[in-house]
Nanobody, 113 residues
Framework: QVQLVESGGGLVQPGGSLRLSCTAS????????MGWYRQAPGKQRELVAV??????NYADSVKGRFTISRDNAKNAVYLQMNSLKPEDTAVYYC????????WGQGTQVTVSS
C-alpha cells in the first residue's frame, strides 16, 4: 500500500505561481508513472501532467505554463504552475501507478483576484 500526501495548494491571483508537492509513504518504482489530475466543481477529473521515467505528458490547457518533475530519491513528484488562470481552479490530486492506481487526498488550488 502506498499513501500519497500532497501539499502546496492555496489561493493565488491570476498570473501567479504555485508549486505542488506529493510525497509517497514508501519507496516508489523509478519506472512507474506519477502525475497530477484535477477536478473542478461539476466537472470530471482530468489529467494535468504525468511523468514516466524521464518522459512527460501535459494537458493542452497547461502546456507551456506547468512543469512536472520527480525526485525518486525523495519518493516525490512536483508540479510547478506558472501564469495561473481562474480556470485552473480545482482540487489537484497526486497519482501513482505501478500495478495499481494510488491517489492522494487532494489539495485545493484557487485562482482568483
Amino acid at each position: 500500500q502506498v499513501q500519497l500526501v500532497e501539499s502546496g495548494g492555496g489561493l493565488v491571483q491570476p498570473g501567479g505561481s504555485l508549486r505542488l508537492s506529493c510525497t509517497a509513504s514508501r519507496n516508489i518504482f523509478s519506472g512507474a508513472t506519477m502525475g497530477w489530475y484535477r477536478q473542478a466543481p461539476g466537472k470530471q477529473r482530468e489529467l494535468v501532467a504525468v511523468i514516466t521515467g524521464g518522459s512527460t505528458n501535459y494537458a493542452d490547457s497547461v502546456k507551456g505554463r506547468f512543469t512536472i518533475s520527480r525526485d525518486n530519491a525523495k519518493n516525490a513528484v512536483y508540479l510547478q504552475m506558472n501564469s495561473l488562470k481562474p480556470e485552473d481552479t480545482a482540487v489537484y490530486y497526486c497519482y501513482y501507478f505501478h500495478a495499481y492506481v494510488y491517489w492522494g487526498q487532494g489539495t485545493q488550488v484557487t485562482v482568483s483576484s
